[in-house]
């Protein structure tokens, strides 16, 4: 017979642990919500909010921390802009700009008039699974707490970030995430949805709190941030440049795979009946950019290969068809004309054996040379001009009823970057 006395015993552990987690939660929120606040951008003609975010003290003389995307309208137009934070008890005040991490998505700002309360940044990282809470004001709805469980460092990226299993929704940006002894162990920065969430390690706040400290100079925005932007691309480069690339099949060609974890790729094939080419794609792309405005990202490297081919085609129609299919190309990040220059291409058309590059084998001399069109293109960063938007696209037809389309975009390289980027690019291309 069931042993319903140790059924209830099991239901009245698990009420009491239910209400404990409750009441440590309520207690969590009770001991530290006077150090939280609502960052508001203010947009200065109408003196009306342009934006939320949320915001957190960290020392006794007003420093708080954010995500930068939460102040960078006020960072890009100080003149239309301007930054208050709001108490959960309802003081309102003024927010100076100190100091910024835009490859992590951090800005450090001290009150006009600092608070009482601030919490402290955890030296320890928290255990795989251990409970930790996000804190943030999700749509305007005031300041919420939300539990969830630590998951380590997310890997596929560029750039490092916690994995937190918890709904961070739209207002919560730069918030705390705290374990259970109050201490911060990341910020909140981004969410995927279906409780899939990400945050910035504490230790990169704590690396801008020293260069804070350190500075013994007026900040110059531009001059920080172009800074960050060069070191950051140099530390992608190399690591793409010392991977073991791996090539791949895709049709009759060999082209670049997975280069490092942080650059993930996919496949996909159309044949269709009424389409007389059938594609073959392979498309790979770093999972995350660089913020610096809401029409302006960086930081991206994608690649991708089309292989086309046709049985029933004249080769001019051929040609005519793949032309058309492949002229919808543009870069993979966003930049407006205040941003960038226009782009400046060089084409160059060549005729090269079949298997791209090394001796030929008597057998491969028998056949035609693969004619290639390149185009590589380039746009300079108007604030940082020594960083550029890179665009290369190759078109490679044998003459007969096959092709290779191949593009890249790194965004936010410089030119020795890019050239280095592109030369092993193309030698690692191959036609069977």
């Given at each position: 017979m069931p042993n319903f006395s140790a059924h209830f015993l099991a239901w009245v552990l698990f009420c009491f642990s239910t209400l404990a987690l409750a009441q440590g939660y309520e207690q969590l929120y009770s001991d530290y919500r006077g150090s939280l606040y609502q960052i508001r951008l203010i947009e200065k003609s109408?003196?009306?909010?342009?934006?939320?975010?949320?915001?957190f003290q960290i020392?006794?003389?007003?420093?708080?921390?954010?995500?930068?995307?939460?102040?960078?309208?006020?960072?890009?137009?100080?003149?239309?802009?301007?930054?208050?934070?709001?108490?959960?008890?309802?003081?309102?005040?003024?927010?100076?700009?100190?100091?910024?991490d835009v490859v992590n998505d951090l800005a450090l700002l001290r009150q006009d008039k600092p608070g009482e309360e601030y919490l402290q940044l955890a030296t320890e990282t928290p255990k795989q699974g251990e409970t930790i809470v996000s804190l943030g004001n999700p749509l305007d709805l005031g300041m919420t707490l939300i539990p969830g469980t630590y998951n380590g460092i997310a890997g596929g990226s560029f750039y490092?970030?916690?994995?937190?299993?918890?709904s961070i929704n739209p207002g919560m940006s730069g918030g705390p995430a705290i374990n259970t002894r109050g201490q911060v162990v990341g910020i909140n920065v981004a969410t995927a949805g279906n409780q899939v969430s990400f945050l910035v390690p504490v230790d990169k706040l704590i690396n801008?709190?020293?260069?804070?400290?350190?500075?013994?100079?007026?900040?110059?925005?531009?001059?920080?941030?172009?800074?960050?932007?060069?070191?950051?691309?140099?530390?992608?480069?190399?690591s793409i440049l010392e991977a073991d690339w791996q090539r791949r099949s895709l049709g009759e060609a060999k082209v670049v795979g997975e280069i490092v974890p942080a650059i993930k790729c996919w496949g996909n094939s159309e044949e269709d009946s009424d389409n007389p080419i059938k594609r073959i794609d392979?498309?790979?792309?770093?999972?995350?950019?660089?913020?610096?405005?809401?029409?302006f990202n960086t930081g991206r490297v994608e690649y991708e290969f089309f292989w086309l081919e046709s049985e029933g085609l004249l080769p001019a129609r051929f040609y005519a068809e793949y032309e058309h299919q492949?002229?919808?190309?543009?870069?993979?990040?966003?930049?407006?004309?205040?941003?960038?220059?226009?782009?400046?291409?060089?084409q160059n058309f060549t005729s090269q054996p079949r298997n791209g590059n090394g001796?030929?084998?008597?057998?491969?001399?028998?056949?035609?040379?693969?004619?290639?069109?390149?185009?590589?293109?380039?746009?300079?960063?108007?604030?940082?001009?020594?960083?550029?938007?890179?665009?290369?696209?190759?078109?490679?037809?044998?003459q007969k009823n096959r092709a290779l389309v191949s593009h890249f975009t790194l965004s936010g390289f410089t030119r020795e970057s890019a050239d280095?980027?592109?030369?092993?690019?193309?030698?690692?291309?191959?036609?069977?």
């Amino acid at each position: 017979m069931p042993n319903f006395s140790a059924h209830f015993l099991a239901w009245v552990l698990f009420c009491f642990s239910t209400l404990a987690l409750a009441q440590g939660y309520e207690q969590l929120y009770s001991d530290y919500r006077g150090s939280l606040y609502q960052i508001r951008l203010i947009e200065k003609s109408s003196n009306s909010k342009a934006g939320l975010g949320s915001g957190f003290q960290i020392s006794a003389d007003g420093l708080l921390a954010t995500n930068y995307h939460v102040v960078a309208q006020a960072v890009s137009d100080p003149d239309k802009y301007i930054l208050e934070y709001l108490s959960t008890d309802g003081t309102k005040g003024t927010l100076e700009l100190l100091d910024i991490d835009v490859v992590n998505d951090l800005a450090l700002l001290r009150q006009d008039k600092p608070g009482e309360e601030y919490l402290q940044l955890a030296t320890e990282t928290p255990k795989q699974g251990e409970t930790i809470v996000s804190l943030g004001n999700p749509l305007d709805l005031g300041m919420t707490l939300i539990p969830g469980t630590y998951n380590g460092i997310a890997g596929g990226s560029f750039y490092d970030r916690i994995h937190f299993a918890g709904s961070i929704n739209p207002g919560m940006s730069g918030g705390p995430a705290i374990n259970t002894r109050g201490q911060v162990v990341g910020i909140n920065v981004a969410t995927a949805g279906n409780q899939v969430s990400f945050l910035v390690p504490v230790d990169k706040l704590i690396n801008l709190l020293k260069h804070f400290h350190q500075r013994n100079v007026a900040l110059d925005l531009q001059k920080v941030t172009y800074q960050q932007l060069l070191d950051n691309q140099q530390r992608i480069i190399d690591s793409i440049l010392e991977a073991d690339w791996q090539r791949r099949s895709l049709g009759e060609a060999k082209v670049v795979g997975e280069i490092v974890p942080a650059i993930k790729c996919w496949g996909n094939s159309e044949e269709d009946s009424d389409n007389p080419i059938k594609r073959i794609d392979k498309g790979c792309t770093g999972q995350d950019v660089i913020f610096l405005s809401d029409d302006f990202n960086t930081g991206r490297v994608e690649y991708e290969f089309f292989w086309l081919e046709s049985e029933g085609l004249l080769p001019a129609r051929f040609y005519a068809e793949y032309e058309h299919q492949m002229s919808t190309f543009y870069p993979g990040n966003s930049a407006g004309e205040e941003d960038v220059t226009n782009f400046r291409c060089r084409q160059n058309f060549t005729s090269q054996p079949r298997n791209g590059n090394g001796p030929v084998s008597k057998p491969e001399r028998s056949k035609k040379p693969l004619i290639s069109r390149t185009s590589y293109c380039v746009r300079r960063y108007k604030n940082f001009p020594d960083l550029y938007d890179i665009f290369f696209l190759s078109l490679s037809v044998d003459q007969k009823n096959r092709a290779l389309v191949s593009h890249f975009t790194l965004s936010g390289f410089t030119r020795e970057s890019a050239d280095a980027f592109a030369e092993k690019f193309t030698s690692e291309i191959q036609w069977h």
